[in-house]
């Protein structure tokens, strides 16, 4: 009788690169980048300001389901959404490469570029937890000034 291996699953866990956006521009970021997306299937999304180590990503991309999660504050709420995360770059593009128009003009200021496309799965902001610290992302909203956060889930 031949011996059964056991095959030892590893189950990969998901990470999410947390982006909190400012009010730079008085259009909606998720809605520009979700036009794109609808009509490519995937897009460019640009990250403002201090730039995020490139090999930190890649290390989330290749080590666990990779998801980049933006977060907008609406008035008084948090508005977010979840994408797949794809890659990461600090070069721009190439110009046949999808991205939201109003970047044409506003290169130098991004730090990073992260191609994303649309995520069925959604993460509640409430269950995200800085690795960091091990804090709740929303209680270190009211502390941080922080625009960037890695973060895995209570669940």
Known sequence: MPIK???????IQSSYLVLRMGS????DPIKEVDKVINEHGF???AKFGKKIANTSVRKMINESTPYLVVILLHKTEYV?????????SKEPPQKNE???DYYVHQQRFIANWFKIE???HQ?????????????KLRHLFK?????????????
């Open 143 to 155: 502390t941080s000034m922080g625009s960037s956060f890695y973060c895995t889930t209570i669940e």
């Open 80 to 88: 977010s959404k979840t994408y797949k995360l794809l890659d990461v």
């Open 98 to 100: 999808p991205y939201p």
């Open 123 to 135: 993460v509640d902001i409430n269950n995200l937890i800085v690795k960091s610290s091990f804090q």
């Open 118 to 120: 649309n995520s069925l």
């Open 43 to 45: 897009s460019w999304f």
């Open 24 to 27: 730079l521009f008085t259009l």
């Open 5 to 11: 291996s056991e095959s030892v699953s590893k189950e």
